[in-house]
């Protein structure tokens, strides 16, 4: 089959590799009819996510159709129209019973490797390290799914894949996003990056009752999508940012703030960015966590601070003066998709949302590696490229 495969820094090829097949008794596979190129994995393609191996399959945004179940999926059949889930759970451990499917128990066959890293380890992720897994991803012909018991939605009405491939991802990160912020009607939220996720937090955050939902980015394009799903925006090249959500918010602050940035964050004074670029390269660092920063000093007395975009590792200059002292609660977490999948679905299938308005590319799956250049450089208003093998 063909799969995408991440070759190096900068460098993604389509490559014939062989098909995947059961190895265990709770796999499927699937025969992948869309796949997406995530933000997140923009910080492979940047080499910034250790222990990447030459070769690796990458992606964990896709859906398609089974054609093969293991003995023991008896909750799907050959023929049946699934979207899978990025996290890998295994639907038994504590963590998956209470619902922290991305951080279950039991999918990580690494485990050691992240702990090292992290003290404990998450859940495995399709195509996203030998750290999480080393399991291949989703940008492919075929791919094999763990626990097909637990983790695919099947999609029985008709529903068009660009409806409802967000919901292996994108779509209940941003909820999740805002759903960690506790909203009450009536609250200002703001929200670092413009990007889908970005996009899908401020949509969701006005589902939840927000009355005002501020978003920021350098981007004009993603801005003016995040507008047109009910933002007021921010350019943080144009603006500071502290001082005009200040402004925004009668001196108070935001109620909450989503990171949906993470770990690649650009800042506009050069120095700044210097800082931890150098950091960053010399392994200091893995992090360059402006909007991080920025979200926690612009954040409200006691209010909620929201981390969905992706960190890898350890970070400087983080102002724990400022979450201490004014009281805030911070959280995060890899989206526990498995929860949202089916009150999410409901939502596109009743018309509260229609996920597809992020998509601005689409192309083949040979077409893999221009997408993801385009997608880094964001040439041609690039938002959000779906991939059809
Ligand atoms: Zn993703
Ligand atoms: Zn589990």
């Known amino acids: 089959m063909k799969a ?13 590799v062989p098909d995947p097949k059961i190895l265990n008794s709770r796999d499927a596979v699937v025969r992948v009819t869309s796949t997406a190129i995530c933000g997140s994995d923009l910080h492979l393609y940047d080499g910034y996510i250790p222990t990447m191996k030459k070769g690796d399959i990458i992606g964990h945004e896709f859906m398609g159709e089974v054609v093969e179940v293991g003995p ?3 909750t799907l059949k050959v023929g049946d129209r699934v979207v899978v889930p990025f996290p890998i759970a295994c639907g038994n451990c504590t963590s998956c019973e209470h619902g922290m499917f991305s951080v279950c128990e039991n999918s990580n066959p690494n485990a050691g490797m992240a702990e090292k890293l992290m003290g404990h380890t998450p859940s495995g992720i399709f195509g996203y390290s030998h750290m999480l897994g080393g399991y291949p991803g989703g940008q492919a012909e075929y791919a094999r799914v763990p626990f097909a018991d637990v983790g695919p939605i099947k999609i029985e009405d008709g529903l068009a894949d660009e409806k409802v491939l967000f919901l292996s991802d994108i779509l209940p990160t941003g909820w999740m996003g805002a759903e960690m912020c506790d909203i009450k009607t009536g609250d200002t939220i703001a929200v670092w990056g413009a990007g889908p996720v970005g996009q899908f937090a401020v949509a969701s955050a006005y589902l939840m009752g927000a009355e005002r939902v501020i978003c920021i980015d350098r981007f004009p394009y993603r801005l003016r999508i995040a ?3 009910g933002a007021e925006t921010l350019n943080y090249e144009e603006v500071d940012v502290l001082e005009a959500l200040r402004d925004m918010t009668a001196g108070r602050g935001p109620d909450a703030c989503i990171d949906a940035v993470g770990m690649e964050a650009h800042h506009p004074t050069p120095a700044m960015y210097a800082y931890d670029r150098v950091k960053q390269a010399a392994r200091l660092e893995t992090e360059r966590p402006y909007a991080l ?5 612009a954040c409200r007395n006691g209010g909620i601070v929201s981390v969905i975009g992706v960190y890898g590792g350890v970070l400087d200059k983080f102002p724990m003066g400022s979450l201490m002292n004014r009281s805030l609660t911070l959280r995060g977490g890899q989206c526990h998709v498995q929860r949202y999948l089916k009150p999410l679905l409901a939502k596109i299938r009743d ?30 208003d690039c938002n959000k490229v779906v991939l059809t093998p």
């Open 227 to 229: 507008e047109r799903a």
């Open 72 to 74: 023991k999926v008896s």
């Open 4 to 16: 995408t495969c991440w070759m190096g820094r900068n460098t993604v090829e389509v490559r014939e």
């Open 293 to 297: 920063r920025e979200a926690i000093m």
């Open 351 to 380: 018309g509260d949302i229609d996920p597809s308005f992020v998509i601005t590319h689409r192309m083949r799956l040979g077409d893999a590696p221009r997408g993801y250049e385009m997608f880094k450089n964001k040439t041609d």
